[in-house]
């Protein structure tokens, strides 16, 4: 009986040995906290331009290098950022506002890309850039049709600046949930 | 002896399992969302969408439902109606959420016979008085008080504040003449046109002479050839439906072309911007709080700018409005009614709906700057007390209260569904 109680306890012993002291930085601590970058944006999905106030779709792909720096599997709960379109110079709209709720696993010491499709479309800009920026649009005097319009015509180049900003990726780790700001813009110049 | 053995390899066999009890996942209470980050209310829906995440997350910081993390689920549905009845199937079929955070009029209404078939609590941002029914609608409720009664109330604090005292009126009520009124709406937005019946029931109550509907869509940036109509009826008070874009746009082209009409505004169309888009033309302007500003001084304040900053730190908070304290009061409301259900063993819809249905003057909406709750399963109006705010100096703030069951208690019942 006493052989049996000796052994058992060994057993637990180093199970909660190996479980209770990973190598590594803890994901909570600085140096171990996610890091989420913008890798790129894809034109995933183009349709031919239709005059407003017809619905032209456009379906973007935002690429993110998704960095665990920690000795700890993470796991990506939510994810969400507000894109937007350079209008003129250095001066940007907000479009629309990403979020995915995919659970995702993200290994020890690895960089992994994490791809979200957001589908928006000429009509719904249109909306958004006559209600909620509305003040930006009348500052800066813009005329709302032909904006749209070439936005679409120069998106396959990406002859203007998509900015990423507003973003924050909610992780769950064994030692609690991490929040991670982020923003990017592409192209970078 | 036997015994002995058992306890030991129950003991044992829990120090091994425990560090894997310690790995799994705790339960979920999933909740869902439908927002218009991007739509025709966006100029208010964005902020709401952020106070919504924030408070969530606050919850759970808090231990969530009972110990059960709340796992929240929202969605832009851009203000497009089918967009919403889309999504909310996926909540009902895979998301499995046990309650919805609704929107708009349009979509709340045009859900609500299908949530109530589900049996899905489903609480609004609009406040429509159309769904305080529960004979009609009994798993609809909101978290304000409804569009009808804030309405009623509005021009009856407006009569009796402003037209019977004000000097700028002194000369017109002397004379005997009947106030003029006339209501700026989106005429196509049913959040627009809901409370539209009720304050003209009010507004002949009090004796008002009604002018002609005028059609502001909730995108417009002109509504001059509405102002001159006004203007012409000679109309001495305004009813602003829209949000505060449209609102704001309405505002300036009044004072623009002189209007001279006093305006209240719906509670949707009055907020921290309208004075910063409107200018000048803002000051005086009355209008409709469903709680505390976000500039304002209220006893949770100090939570809700840490979670603006812990979630989204990339919002500056000078452009937060009242709309991030909002989605506090509507989670706020939700996780009570949701505790409630847990603890009765009930976490589902009938178990929310009847958790809902219990509240008697709770005050947990107070450190928010909401008013004391009770829902029954007779009347789901949130309460009877509108609160009237101002813009003053350039800023708006609160100036009154109306208890409007206390005032008409004639007619308080009778109001219901309106």
């Known amino acids: 009986m006493r052989k049996l109680f000796i052994f058992m306890m060994i057993i637990s012993l180093t199970i909660w040995g190996l479980t209770s002291c990973k190598p590594g930085l803890l994901p909570t601590e600085e140096a171990g906290k996610p890091k989420v970058t913008l890798d790129r944006i894809e034109v995933m999905s183009y349709f031919p331009w239709v005059d407003l106030p017809a619905r032209t779709p456009l379906a973007l792909g935002f690429v993110f290098n998704i960095q665990n720096p920690s000795g700890y599997n993470i796991k990506l709960d939510n994810i969400k950022f507000t894109v937007s379109f350079e209008a003129a110079p250095e001066k940007y709209i907000e479009i629309a506002t990403p979020t995915n709720y995919d659970q995702i696993f993200f290994p020890p010491n690895t960089t992994s890309q994490y791809r979200i499709v957001s589908v928006i479309d000429s009509a719904t800009i249109r909306l958004t850039l006559l209600v909620a920026q509305a003040p930006k649009v009348n500052e800066w005097n813009l005329n709302i049709p032909e904006l749209i319009k070439g936005w679409y015509s120069k998106i396959g180049d990406f002859a203007f600046k998509i900015k990423v900003s507003e973003g924050m990726a909610v992780f769950n780790t064994e030692k609690g949930d991490v929040f991670v700001p982020f923003e990017g813009i592409f192209p970078k110049k | ?418």
Request: hydrophobic share 40%.
């Open chain 2, 1 to 418: 002896m036997m015994k002995k053995r058992i306890n030991l390899i129950v003991i044992v066999t829990l120090m091994i399992l425990g560090p894997f009890g310690m790995l799994s996942f705790a339960q979920e209470v999933r909740l869902g969302a439908l927002q218009d980050t991007t739509g025709a209310t966006s100029d208010v829906g964005k902020d709401e969408a952020l106070g919504v995440r924030e408070a969530v997350q606050y919850y759970n910081d808090m231990g969530g439902i009972n110990g059960k993390k709340i796992r929240l689920f929202q969605y832009d549905y851009g203000y497009r109606v089918p967009e919403a009845i889309t999504t909310y199937k996926r909540f009902r079929d895979y998301d499995k959420v046990v309650m919805v955070l609704g929107w708009g009029t349009g979509d709340t209404e045009a859900l609500s016979p299908t949530i109530n078939a589900d049996k899905m609590p489903y609480l609004s941002s609009s406040f429509s008085g159309h769904l305080c029914d529960p004979k009609k609608t009994p798993y609809n409720f909101v978290y304000g008080t409804d569009y009808s009664t804030n309405a009623r109330g509005a021009i009856t604090y407006w009569y009796e504040e402003v037209w019977k005292k004000d000097p700028k009126w002194k000369e017109l009520r002397e004379k005997g003449v009947k106030p003029k009124f006339v209501c700026f709406m989106d005429t196509a937005s049913p959040y627009a046109t809901a409370p539209i019946k009720a304050i003209k029931d009010q507004a002949t109550i009090l004796g008002f002479e009604i002018g002609p509907d005028q059609h502001v869509a909730l995108t417009a940036l002109d509504t001059k050839s509405q102002v001159i109509a006004a203007k012409a009826f000679g109309a001495n008070l305004v009813w602003h439906g829209n949000t505060t874009m449209s609102v704001s746009a309405a505002l300036k082209d009044a004072y623009a072309l002189g209007l001279g009409a006093d305006h209240i505004i719906n509670n949707w169309g009055f907020d921290e911007n309208l004075p910063k888009l409107a200018g000048p033309a803002a000051e005086g302007a009355m209008g409709l709080l469903a709680c505390a500003l976000f500039i304002d001084e209220y006893p949770a304040k100090k939570t809700v700018i840490e979670y603006c900053k812990k979630l989204n730190p990339g919002v500056p908070l000078e452009n937060r409005l009242i709309r991030t304290v909002q989605g506090w009061v509507k989670v706020t409301l939700a996780v009570e009614a949701m505790k409630i259900a847990d603890k009765a063993g009930k976490l589902n819809g009938p178990g929310i709906k009847d958790a809902f249905e219990s509240f008697r003057n709770w005050d947990g909406l107070k450190k928010f700057g909401g008013q004391l709750v009770t829902i029954t399963p007779t009347d789901h109006r949130y309460s009877s007390v509108v609160r009237v705010g101002r813009v003053i100096k350039g800023k708006p703030q609160t100036v009154g209260e109306i208890d409007m069951k206390a005032k008409f208690p004639d007619k308080w019942d009778s109001w219901l569904g309106w």
